[in-house]
Nanobody
Framework: QVQLVESGGGSVQTGGSLRISCAVS????????MGWIRQAPGKEREGVAE???????SYADSVKGRFTISQDNAKNTLYLHMDSVKPEDTAMYYC?????????????????WGQGTQIIVSS
């Protein structure tokens, strides 16, 4: 079974940086997609970034140039590096994954989800 556990959430000031992690287990299939999804209270879920098993990545326009998604296959860990954060980045961030190809940050493309980690950006 695929298990995803996020960590590294917390508070950060506007313009600062932080990194959140996702420990991945059970995702042994050769083709997969992993991503980060965020949701603020009362808002719709937004696909932030995704990375395919071949290393290709996609980003939402709102975070391009500021966020970087990466994976450490040896450690079975997914990362989201956040730079130049803004108050509008405040949200619950979820690690997500599924087998097969990435669907261009579409929420329905992810069948496995972690519990989320909270990010608060203060102004």
């Amino acid at each position: 079974q695929v298990q995803l556990v996020e960590s590294g959430g917390g508070s950060v000031q506007t313009g600062g940086s932080l990194r959140i992690s996702c420990a991945v287990s059970g995702l042994t299939y050769s083709n997969y997609c992993m991503g980060w999804i965020r949701q603020a209270p009362g808002k719709e879920r937004e696909g932030v970034a995704e990375i395919a098993s071949d290393g290709s990545t996609s980003y939402a326009d709102s975070v391009k140039g500021r966020f970087t998604i990466s994976q450490d296959n040896a450690k079975n860990t997914l990362y989201l590096h956040m730079d130049s954060v803004k108050p509008e980045d405040t949200a619950m961030y979820y690690c997500a994954a599924d087998l097969g190809v990435c669907w261009g940050l579409r929420i329905e493309g992810f069948g496995y989800w972690g519990q989320g980690t909270q990010i608060i950006v203060s102004s």
